[in-house]
């Protein structure tokens, strides 16, 4: 892998010099990983005129999760005593020669900012911008290779989980079981907060866990993922608890379950951002459930759980090949619960079979 961290730098070293930078300091944790293969917390990446080295607050403690540090890189542990990576690294660049140092301002705050520019007075700080994010959007087969084992992850976890008593139980402690379920099968931990919801809470994006218990007929909806090696996937299914739906559950259910299909036949290659969003949003919104919904029907997934493109009505750009993005439509009813179906898939051309689903427990409405 460390040819591919090299590859990496180097893409950005050419952007860079292309807009008259010869330096460029990464704060921003995921993009640092992405860069150097290993992001301790704290740690900055300068990619320097003459070397690229990471600094880090203290000695790394070689946690798995922060991932392997490539070793082309040079690491520089800095004591406690020394203060702030971003502005030791400013130093460097200075001392070493560099007139402008691109930082990403998005991340660094203005306190940050000054201090670097009170040690490098001669160094123009310029903005980065979200270059990094961009390189990062397609994912090379390593990654998808590492989705793919966080998505089998999640599977596992959250089929297990309906093979269990649910009746009785809170949202909170399922919600706490799926989470070590996911970390009893291999992964870092969880991808963001887990989501269980139950009767008027279902259907409800990111709802917090609470001590609402399971109840005979209810919704039950789930949204989970696993972070694997950093890299982070998305479920997200609906059930009835117990007994036979009712028919407007029934009904509900079939809406999102189409929408949910028309977003994720919708990508390939060359498709607008927004007109994914559209093949989804059109249903729901034709159904008199538009003014509820999400401003957003998916988005990249990858070093962080929500990253670019976003499938929104106002997104502006168009798909690749080996983008991972998830496809998440839902509907709330105000007191009587909703549905939510979430995959993590990866577009494919046509030629190749069209999107990889990567997420496979059935969307069936089960009965649990």
């Known amino acids: ?15 860079c010099a292309a807009v008259g930078s010869a330096a460029a300091l990464v704060s921003r944790p995921a993009n640092v990983r992405y860069l150097a293969g290993g992001a301790p917390p704290g740690a900055v990446l300068l990619l320097g005129p003459d070397e690229d080295v990471l600094l880090c607050p203290g000695e790394p403690t ?11 890189l040079r690491v520089s542990s800095l004591p406690a005593t020394d203060g702030d990576p971003a502005v030791a690294a400013a130093d460097l660049a200075g001392a ?9 301002e998005h991340h660094l705050t203005v306190a940050r900012h000054r201090a670097m520019g009170s040690v490098a ?16 959007v397609v994912k090379d087969e390593e990654e998808i290779a590492c989705l793919r084992i966080a998505a089998e992850i999640t599977d596992q976890a959250l089929g297990e989980l309906l093979e269990s008593i649910l009746v009785g139980r809170t949202e909170r402690h399922l919600a706490l079981e799926l989470e070590r379920r996911l970390v009893d099968h291999g992964a870092d931990g969880p991808a963001f907060a887990t989501s269980v919801a139950t009767g008027p809470n279902s259907g409800q994006g990111r709802h917090r866990p609470s001590d609402r218990r399971v109840e005979e007929g209810d919704f039950l909806s789930v949204c989970l993922g696993a972070n694997y090696r950093g ?13 036979t739906p009712a028919d407007w559950q029934i009904e509900l259910y079939d809406l999102v379950f189409a929408a949910q299909r028309a977003g994720r036949e919708a990508l390939v290659p060359g498709a607008a951002y927004r007109d994914v969003d559209r093949a989804a949003r059109h249903l729901l919104d034709s159904a008199g459930h538009g003014g509820g ?20 009505p106002a997104a502006m750009g168009k798909l ?5 993005v998830t496809v998440e439509p839902g509907v709330h009813l105000p007191g009587r619960g909703g549905v939510r179906i979430d995959d ?24 649990l």
């Not at 892998?1 to 952007?15: K, N």
């Not at 479920?235 to 007994?243: D, E």
């Not at 919904?293 to 929104?312: F, N, R, S, Y």
């Not at 690749?320 to 991972?324: K, M």
């Open 1 to 15: 892998m460390s040819d591919v961290y090299a590859v990496r730098r180097g893409l950005l070293r050419d952007r």
């Open 62 to 72: 070689g946690d798995p999760a922060e991932g392997r540090t490539d070793d082309q």
């Open 96 to 104: 070493s020669g560099a007139e402008t140092l691109a930082v990403e």
């Open 121 to 136: 007075p001669r160094l123009r700080l310029a903005d980065l911008g979200a270059t990094v994010e961009q390189l990062r």
């Open 231 to 243: 890299y982070r996937c998305e479920i997200g299914r609906t059930f009835v608890i117990g007994t």
């Open 293 to 312: 919904l999400a401003p957003w029907t998916g988005h990249g997934v990858g070093l962080e759980i929500d990253e670019d493109p976003q499938l929104a």
């Open 320 to 324: 690749d090949a080996c983008v991972p």
């Open 344 to 367: 993590t898939l990866v577009v494919r051309p046509e030629a190749d079979g069209g999107p990889e689903l990567l997420t496979i427990t059935t969307k069936e409405l089960l009965a």
